[in-house]
């Protein structure tokens, strides 16, 4: 049973938010609470599984007792806000601060799908774990990353890195943004994210280091040192036009309730540049990304897993290696050496099994 606080100073929000749990056998809402001076009364007094918080109250900004919180006695938050709608930089400065999600208040449109969205990010949450985020440096301080090493030439030169990502995975991203080598090839990211944060969420990857970052608009060629992320409803597939790798965007229906989604992503590129690609599945709940990953694999690309100790949630990273796509898990502060080693051939492919 995962245990649940609800932080809101709206009274009709907080009775919303308790109805739309009340119909999950695995959710039990313990309590709700108008403010954060209330809300760490209760932390400390019933210790709840997850917390959902909204960020515009009185006194105590949501934000900041978010900061606080994570300091000093951390558990999983969902942030539930109207300021999430309009302010995606707030959104992600709670992703950041350490929220596992972050989800907009429904408008009345929106409120009959809302509690299936509220249960699954409680759910997400309560199998969430509170990680310090990375502090071991990969470079020495003050060098910017990629100017230690130099690529070597491949027999099949990696043409396209991949990653995919869902909850806990925003600040995998940012981390791996931050480490992975200036020589790296064109980056192609999908962040299980809003439509409304991928934009704001690619500008912040953008300031991190000396990869360049967009959100992609369709039609991009795929090149080295830069990275663009899925748009938030879209999904993005690579595709070739003669010797130029092209990202494109389309329309369909969602695969594993996500669009974008990261199995498309793979398929595309295990079936357009086979053996000239880096797959990566970091945290996130469910299961997208596995079987493209293994398309991958069975191609001949390298695939990576996110391990479960550096994993915000082990449901995607798990359900890779499962399957084949992966023959482990890769601790998150180890992968920009290990894709460093593959881009100067000191690294083999390991085949899949075939039994």
Same mark, same amino acid.
Request: hydrophobic share 45%; proline share 9%; glycine share 10%.
């Given at each position: 049973?995962?245990? #649940? ?33 209330? +809300? ?11 917390? #959902? ?20 006695? =951390?558990?999983? $938050? ?10 995606s ?19 009345a ?6 509690? +299936? ?8 949450a ?15 301080? !003050? ?18 890195? +991949? ?11 940012r ?39 967009r ?24 595709t ?8 494109g965007?389309?329309?369909? =229906?969602p ?26 599945v970091?945290? !996130? ?24 100790? #550096?994993?915000?949630?082990f ?8 399957? !084949? ?13 290990? $894709? ?16």
């Amino acid at each position: 049973m995962i245990r #649940t606080l609800i932080v809101d100073d709206s009274r009709s929000a907080r009775m919303f938010f308790s109805r739309a749990l009340s119909d999950c056998s695995d959710v039990e809402v313990i309590g709700t609470a108008p403010d954060a001076t209330v +809300a760490e009364r209760m932390v400390a007094a019933q210790r709840p599984d997850v917390m #959902t918080l909204d960020l515009e109250m009185p006194g105590l900004d949501g934000l900041t007792f978010l900061e606080q919180l994570m300091a000093s006695d =951390p558990l999983p $938050v969902v942030v539930v806000s109207s300021l999430t709608r309009s302010g995606s930089d707030i959104a992600l400065r709670a992703l950041e601060l350490g929220a596992v999600e972050v989800l907009c208040k429904p408008s009345a449109s929106q409120a009959q799908s809302f509690p +299936a969205l509220l249960a699954a990010a409680v759910r997400a949450a309560g199998h969430a774990r509170i990680l310090a985020k990375p502090t071991i440096p990969l470079f020495p301080p !003050g060098t910017p990353p990629g100017r230690m090493m130099t690529p070597l030439p491949l027999a099949e030169p990696v043409r396209v890195v +991949a990653i995919g990502a869902s909850t806990g995975g925003t600040e995998a991203i940012r981390f791996l943004i931050g480490q992975l080598p200036r020589f790296c090839p064109g980056i192609v990211i999908v962040q299980h994210l809003p439509p409304i944060y991928t934009a704001s969420f690619a500008k912040r990857l953008d300031t991190i280091g000396p990869i360049r970052v967009r959100e992609a608009q369709g039609g991009e060629e795929i090149l080295p040192g830069q990275a663009l992320v899925a748009p938030g409803g879209k999904h993005v597939i690579a595709t070739q036009d003669g010797p130029r790798l092209i990202l494109g965007i389309h329309n369909g =229906p969602p695969e594993h309730f996500q669009r974008p989604s990261i199995d498309i992503l793979f398929r595309s590129i295990a079936r357009c540049c086979p053996r000239q690609a880096i797959g990566m599945v970091l945290s !996130g709940m469910g299961s997208d990304g596995a079987a493209g990953l293994l398309e991958m694999r069975q191609s001949g690309s390298y695939t990576i897993a996110q391990d479960e100790a #550096t994993s915000v949630v082990f449901g995607m990273p798990r359900a890779a290696i499962a399957c !084949g796509a992966a023959e482990r898990g890769t601790g998150l502060e180890r992968i920009p050496t290990t $894709v460093t080693a593959i881009l100067q051939g000191r690294v083999s492919r390991v085949e899949p099994s075939s039994t």
